[in-house]
C-alpha cells in the first residue's frame, strides 16, 4: 500500500516552543482557530470550515521519537462523487508531531484535508492557528538528500524533475529526467548543476537500520512524500523521516 505524507514544522517562534495540553487538544475545533486567526490564515479557516465539521483531534500514542495524534472530520467529497448521497464523508487520519525537531507529519490525507489537522493542532499546542506552516524544499537540501541517497551503493535516484535550465541559448523551464541509475548520467549531473531549483526526486534510499532493506520514495519541493514500498513499517517510517527532517531543519 502507498503511503502519502506531508511533512511541515513549527515557524522559528514557535520552535520547540509548542505545549501538549490534554484539554487544549479534545476542544481544539476550527470554530476556534478562526476567533483567533487574523489575514490569510483566517481566510484559510474560512474555507476549511466549508469543507469539514465536527473535527475534533486526539492524543493517540507517545513514543521516544513523537507524538501521535488522531484527526476526525466529516469532510466535503466532490459534487460528482456526492451525487445522490450526502456530500460529507467521515474520515480520521493519523499526525506525528516529531519530539526534538518539532517537525509535524500527516499520513495519507490530501493537502486541504492535512489543512484540517494541523490547524487543529497548531491551535491546540501553541494558541496560534498558523503556528505550523508549510515547507519548502531549496535545491540545496534536495543536494543534500541526493548525497545521503547515493552514500551507499544501494542508494539510486530514479526521476527528477528540474526548473530553469539555460543551454546552448536556450532557457527550459523545465526538464525531466528518468532512468534506472540516473545518478551515473553525467547529463544528469551537468543539469542539476545548473539548475535553479529542483520540484521533485524520486529515489531509492540506503537500507535502512532498522530492517535492511531500502525504500522506494517520492520527495517534492512542498514537503509532500510517497513511499511506495509496501508493507511499510512504522520504525523504517520513522527512520525515514529522521533523515529528511535533519535536512529540513538545517536548511
Known amino acids: 500500500m502507498i503511503k502519502n505524507c506531508i511533512i511541515y514544522k513549527y515557524g522559528d517562534e514557535f520552535i520547540n516552543k509548542w505545549n501538549i495540553a ?12 478562526l476567533k483567533t486567526a487574523k489575514g490569510f490564515t483566517k ?27 488522531i484527526t476526525s472530520c466529516e469532510f466535503k467529497v466532490p459534487k460528482l462523487l456526492a451525487s445522490g448521497v450526502s456530500p460529507f464523508v467521515p474520515v480520521n487520519f493519523k499526525i506525528w508531531l516529531r519530539r ?13 484535508l492535512s489543512g484540517v489537522g494541523i490547524t487543529l493542532l497548531s491551535y491546540a499546542t501553541t494558541g496560534d492557528p498558523s503556528s505550523i506552516e508549510h515547507i519548502r524544499l531549496e535545491k540545496d537540501t534536495f543536494l543534500r538528500l ?14 527528477i524533475t528540474m526548473h530553469n535550465i539555460e543551454r546552448d541559448e536556450v532557457k527550459f523551464k523545465q526538464v525531466v529526467l528518468s532512468s534506472d541509475q540516473l545518478e551515473s548520467s553525467s547529463l544528469f549531473n551537468d543539469l542539476l548543476n545548473d539548475a535553479s531549483a529542483i520540484a521533485n526526486l524520486s529515489f531509492v534510499t540506503p537500507p535502512l537500520e532498522t530492517t535492511s532493506r531500502p525504500l522506494s520514495c517520492r520527495v517534492n519541493y512542498w514537503g509532500g512524500l510517497t513511499i511506495y514500498t509496501p508493507n511499510l ?9 529522521e533523515v529528511l527532517e535533519k535536512l529540513i531543519v538545517s536548511n
Open 146 to 159: 541526493k548525497d545521503w541517497i547515493l552514500s551507499d551503493e544501494a542508494g539510486q535516484i530514479k526521476r
Open 100 to 112: 526534538k525537531s518539532s517537525v509535524v507529519v500527516t499520513f495519507d490525507a490530501g493537502r486541504k
Open 233 to 241: 513499517l512504522d520504525s523504517e517510517l520513522s527512520e525515514l523521516i
Open 43 to 69: 481566510k484559510k479557516i474560512e474555507a476549511l470550515i466549508e469543507l469539514a465539521k465536527n473535527e475534533t483531534l486526539s492524543i493517540e500514542e507517545e513514543t521516544q521519537k513523537h507524538h501521535e495524534f
Open 22 to 33: 490534554k484539554n487544549s487538544i479534545f476542544q481544539s475545533n476550527l470554530e476556534l482557530c
